[in-house]
């Protein structure tokens, strides 16, 4: 009891209340530091929320539904230091886009299809990840829009494929046939972080952006189909970005039907496999701007909802707690096979490649009095 009265925050707290302001504690202030739109240079306007902003700008302004957030404090050189709070990078998930906002009308559908190339882009690069400079001077917390660090990152940004399923046959698109790239991120929610300074965005409801029309079970496996419906990949596609046509000479669009459509048995010609690409764990250096985000997919596929990291302890593995967020799902934790070296702290994603892409990942499975063990998840046990 004494522990707990030491802990006391000692404001006082904000009366409940149903009208939409934002209240804070008498002593407090709050004001927007990193808005939908807002750009991250000086070469773009300012935002003017009516729906009339370029869709291309949209890669240098923040996304849309700002989720997943870390604090990285910058030291005097420069570079990462968790005691620094004067300065820092924020790196903030864009889980999703509202279209209503985004353009003047709103979406324009004509028969089932997305018409509006223009449209559709600006939706795909108001999703991902932003990296933001942010200074505090004079009590306030500003954005500093001339820093190198600042960075997009969209459903566009090409990314590595990491860990156990990289180069697996189930990862070959028309984009990487080797199974080791894919573009972009989509439908980032919650976040995590890592010992070394970087940062962990999860692809939570990526399965809903796919279309998959009825027709295609005909072209699959049984083992597949088991697993595009227990992923929920059927349907035209959350947002239709698929249905733009004519599509680009690269199917910026097409590669969101996960259709068979080509005539190759390893899906080498299509996007097929794309689903496969997304659910994972990203690993992104906000230290470097030139840097490629890499999928990690040692830490398993599913809807993912943060991944926190647990004690950080030098000379014993790292661990990392995960949950997907879909109905009756479950919780997991990833056990690097490499034990903790401080040594490796500003490593970026080399250092990453050392703890995230091999390590063994286990399943909670819980008692009626909340008990339970771990099991591990691996091929040909459990």
Known sequence: QAAMRQLKLNFSAVPKHTTDVLRVAPGYSWSVLFATGDPLDTTLPPYENDGSDDAAGFARRAGDHHDGMHFFGIGRHGRWD??????????????????????PKGQTIVDGRRISEEE?????????????EARRQGGRWQRVTDSRFNRRITTFTDMEIRGPAARSPQLFTQYSQTGTRTRGTVANCASGHTPWGTYLACEENWAGYFRRLPADDAKRSPQELAALKRYGIGG????????????TADRRYGRWDASVRGTSADGKDDYRNAPNTFGWVVEIDPFDPQSTPKKRTALGRFAQEGAWPGPVVPGRPLVWYMGCDARGE?????VSAAVWDPADIGRGCAAGDKYLDDGRLYVARFDADGSGEWLELKLGAN
């Not at 479950?330 to 990833?334: A, E």
């Open 236 to 247: 035209p596609g959350r947002e239709l970005w698929a249905s733009v046509q004519p599509d």
């Open 120 to 132: 559709v882009q600006k939706e795909m690069l108001a999703h991902g990840v932003s990296v933001i």
């Open 330 to 334: 479950y919780i997991y934790k990833f």
């Open 82 to 103: 968790r005691h620094a709070s004067d300065r820092a990078l924020l790196c903030i998930n864009h889980e999703a886009a509202t279209a209503a906002f985004l353009h």
